[in-house]
């Protein structure tokens, strides 16, 4: 089930009432039920399998906590990597021996296993990324003695599987949602206040999902693969900046959705941005960035290869090998290797300027400019990779970038362009001066009815049409 789809508006609806009518001993079972029918829906097997990794992960954890010995640990963390290898990287790994040892049977663009090996074909089971990062984080923390609460299995067993942010996040950690799953009884219904974020965070969601990242979709399909002698390098730039802007409306709606929802059954989602878009270098768009993935590759791969604490030079290659397993971690091709290593390359490099001046630059927007226009040179060139279909289009798209041409052939989406820029920052100033808009809580009493009747029509309107949220592929 989506989430901006009537089947996902009904099965919400039914639950929410249903959560605070039932008696407090019967609420957590009934959310429980209600997450595994959720990811049921997706896919019976693979929630047999999530259930079974997260029963191994459990009982090994019980287990080490009466005999603590780390050989038994680390065996459980290669058994959650190989998992996700499994599904996620069997045909890289392939692809990769192919190339290597030039078997051209491995290296087929259709990267169906039945194409390839004539065998089974091997399917991603959904969310697996954002899961995986939540379970290891969880065992990973009882090892380091950072959290040391025993719980039961069905509360680790609803941790995982908490249906608002199981698919995409947030990343929550075992210290941010397992207490409150365990004072669940002790919740009550949400108050006006409450009641109110939650519907502005839906309706936000939703308006950013229908209303601005699925209607630039279409406008970004030549930068994602039409023909480039049609379009100029000005606007491939402005592709770049157009597709990023998508992908941010698409993520963060995601996220507001989860943390209205969350909200309203009585649980507090962390947020994931932070106005992204008024960054003013690279290592400060990574603080305002999928905030639970960037703390999640900082305090479990980067701090224990020794973070900031070695010499310069090391530092630089820890920050390198930390966004290489971030780049690995979104997708198993070479366009998110290639992507998280030039990321991590560029952090070290403005690593390297900061020590040396860089950032004593005067804290003024005349100062900033020449900033700015690094930062977004880098992010724009870069994303190239994150997006292109394919690591030979993003070579191309590349190339175009950075040659002369300046004849756009191909028909432009001017209107619709305009409409993404001014939607997409003014949720960037809603996120980065959230103080400003609360004098709009004054017309709470007829805005927020009007707004929740506009996006209740959206659903309808676009209900069973609308393009599934980015990142479900990881």
């Known amino acids: 089930m989506l989430f901006v789809t009537i089947p996902f508006l009904v099965f919400f609806l039914i639950l929410f009432s249903v959560y605070w009518i039932l008696p407090v001993r019967w609420r957590f079972g009934g959310l429980l039920i209600a997450s595994l029918v959720f990811y049921g829906t997706w896919s019976i097997p693979f929630t047999i399998h999530l259930l079974f990794i997260i029963a191994l992960n459990h009982a090994v954890i019980e287990v080490w906590r009466l005999w603590p010995k780390k050989w038994l640990f680390y065996s459980l963390q290669i058994v959650n990597v190989l998992n996700i290898s499994l599904f996620k990287y069997y045909y890289f790994f392939f692809d990769i021996v192919g190339r290597l040892f030039g078997i051209d049977g491995l290296t ?16 991603l089971p959904l969310g697996i990324s954002f899961y995986t990062f939540q379970i290891m984080s969880y065992g990973i923390d009882i090892y380091r003695g950072t959290y040391t609460q025993r719980h039961r299995f069905v509360d680790v067993l609803l941790y995982i599987l908490f249906f608002p942010q199981l698919i995409a996040g947030p990343i929550m950690r075992g210290t941010e949602l397992l207490p409150q799953l365990q004072s669940i009884k002790e919740k009550t219904v949400p108050d006006l206040d409450t009641f109110r974020r939650a519907v502005w965070l ?15 979709a279409p406008v970004v399909a030549p930068f994602m693969g039409g023909d480039l002698s049609q379009i100029s390098a000005p606007m491939i730039w402005l592709y770049s900046f157009m597709t990023t802007a998508m992908l941010y409306a698409d993520f963060s709606a995601y996220t507001d959705l989860a943390r209205g929802m969350g909200l309203l059954l009585g649980f507090d989602i962390p947020i994931n941005f932070r106005a992204p878009f008024l960054m003013v270098s690279m290592s400060d768009f990574w603080r305002r960035w999928h905030l639970t993935f960037s703390g999640w590759i900082r305090d479990y791969i980067y701090i224990p290869l020794g973070g900031s604490r070695v010499p310069e030079m090391r530092n630089y290659m820890n920050l390198i090998i930390t966004f290489f397993i971030g780049g690995l971690w979104h997708g198993a091709s070479y366009n998110f290797v290639t992507w998280g290593f030039l990321i991590g390359l560029i952090l070290s490099l403005e690593g390297f300027s900061f020590r040396r001046g860089w950032k004593e630059w005067p804290d003024t927007w005349p100062a900033r400019i020449p900033r700015l226009v690094i930062s977004w040179f880098l992010l724009l060139s870069t994303a190239v990779f994150f997006f292109s279909p394919s690591f030979e289009r993003s070579l191309d798209l590349l190339s175009h970038m950075f040659s002369f041409q300046f004849e756009q052939k191909a ?28 004098e709009l809580r004054k017309y709470d009493r007829w805005l927020l009815p009007l707004c929740v009747v506009l996006v209740f029509a959206l659903v309808l309107q676009y209900s069973g049409q609308g393009r599934d949220f980015f990142y479900f592929q990881f």
């Open 108 to 123: 087929s663009p259709n990267l169906r296993l039945a194409d390839r090996l004539e065998g089974a074909e091997i399917l």
């Open 411 to 438: 028909p432009v989406e001017t209107g619709l362009i305009l409409y993404g820029l001014v939607a997409v920052f003014f949720f960037q100033a809603i996120e980065q001066w959230p103080e400003r808009f609360k």
């Open 202 to 216: 839906l309706v936000a969601g939703i308006f950013k999902k229908l209303l601005i990242a699925d209607r630039l």
